[in-house]
């Protein structure tokens, strides 16, 4: 005890002083070599208004530690990238029905809750890498395709080849930005994340569309398309994810699925696709991909012959987004026009997936009806139809388009 007041004294002055030599610090805690921070006192960054910050850089202490030198980055812990509101409130208003806590057994493995989750350690700070993101921007979430990664089927049997943290991928093509060596950081500033924006930069800031290209010479795609509506190569797209619940861990046996974050679910999906994604309407009021986000079925497994409902749909949801593929070729016309399906118009005599005679509550994942855009709609009948109809402008574009494929085709083999 008679050490104990001293030991108490000691730390209230390294605590309050506004210098202390780091030797100090050290003798306990060790040394990390030069480093961009070491320039300062340890309690430049560990102490803030008398206040011994144990972990200055983190969201319960509003990184304290770091804004003294990088004021407002404090915000960023206020945005989608801590909050997830988005995911929180998805969940309220479909699993959450069936598990009130559904949300902190399945999704609670993504989320800043330090600056360190992006930048390294606080010691030894870094730019954040396009796989750090990735970290977080993983499978179905933008940022995996960025790199050509598209998530494998859930069973087993496709969890091979190479993989990161324990998840597999299909091998796609990357995005012309990755491949020309660009990171995630050269288009999403953290100013721009800080106040709540998907990014800092757009298309045309870097990029002067060319009149010659035909695509480009049309007002109508100026006017009303995003570029990436023509220039994504492709974006995974996940169409009816079901989890499974598990009142009896050892039925669990019985399916070869991929194990999640929750011992008590699994997740399982009817199909998956990397094509070019449908269109639709985003926020902006522009046509933009579209993509299943998600069409949720839930699945109660009390006994191994279950006989309660299986497969309820508790949501149909889909959301305009930016696919990270984007390439400098694009559809051709008929990758549009005259496609009822990409925009959820498919017609019954183009149907090949019974999903209404499968139990799963709607007739088509391609028919808009039964389903929503939670950030924009899905683009009405009566538009579809005239931007498809064969005016003369369009069959005078559609004859450049494929004069111009004539021209650039290659000889078969060198002379």
């Known amino acids: 005890m008679r050490w104990m007041m001293p030991f108490i004294a000691a730390c209230c002055l ?47 202490q509003r990184a304290a530690g770091c804004v003294s030198c990088h004021p407002g980055r404090d915000r960023i812990f206020d945005q989608a990238m801590t909050t997830r509101l988005a995911e929180q409130r998805f969940v309220q208003r479909s699993y959450a029905r069936m598990d009130s ?14 600056c360190s989750d992006c930048h390294g350690s606080f010691k030894t700070p870094t730019k954040p890498a396009v796989g750090t993101c990735q970290n977080c921007h993983r499978g179905y979430y933008t940022g995996w395709d960025y790199a050509g990664r598209a998530p494998r089927e859930d069973n087993m049997r496709y969890q091979r080849g190479r993989s990161d943290k324990g998840e597999t991928w299909l091998k796609m093509l990357p995005d012309a930005h990755y491949r020309a060596g660009m990171t995630c950081g050269d288009c999403h500033g953290m100013s721009s ?58 039925l669990k046996e019985d399916f070869d699925l991929k194990p999640g ?31 299943p986000q998600f069409i949720a079925y839930y699945t109660d497994i009390q006994r ?64 808009q009806k039964g389903q929503r855009v939670v950030n924009g709609d899905f683009l009405p009948l009566w538009r579809y139809q005239k931007m498809s109809s064969k005016t003369p402008a369009y069959t005078k574009a559609y004859l450049q388009k494929w004069k111009s494929f004539l021209n650039h085709v290659e000889p078969s083999s060198r002379p």
């Open 261 to 291: 974050p929750s011992l008590e679910y699994l997740r399982s999906a009817y199909l998956k696709l990397q094509d070019a994604p449908p269109l639709g309407i985003n926020s902006s009021g522009r046509v933009s991909p579209i993509r």
């Open 101 to 114: 806590n559904f949300f902190n057994k399945n999704c609670m493995s993504c989320h800043i809750t330090s």
């Open 193 to 250: 994340l800080m106040e709540g924006g998907k990014s800092s930069k757009n298309c045309l800031d870097c990029h002067r569309p060319d009149p010659k290209v035909i695509e480009h010479s049309i007002a109508a795609h100026m006017e009303k398309l995003e570029c990436y509506s023509c220039h994504s190569g492709w974006a995974p797209q996940e169409y009816g994810t079901f989890y499974l619940r598990f009142r009896d861990l050892n």
């Open 14 to 60: 390294l605590a309050t002083a506004e210098i202390v030599s780091a030797d100090s610090c050290f003798r306990c805690h060790g040394a990390s070599g030069q480093t961009a921070h070491t320039v300062f006192a340890c309690t430049f960054c560990h102490v803030s208004d008398g206040r011994l910050l144990t972990a200055p850089d983190g969201s319960s």
């Open 304 to 367: 191994a012959r279950n006989k309660g409902p299986e497969n309820t749909l508790l949501a149909a949801e889909w959301r305009a987004f930016f696919p990270h593929t984007i390439q400098r070729g694009t559809v051709t016309c008929e990758g549009c026009h005259d496609n009822p399906r990409r925009f959820l118009l498919e017609p019954v005599s183009q149907r090949i997936y019974q999903t209404a005679k499968d139990g799963l509550g709607l007739e088509s994942f391609w028919l």
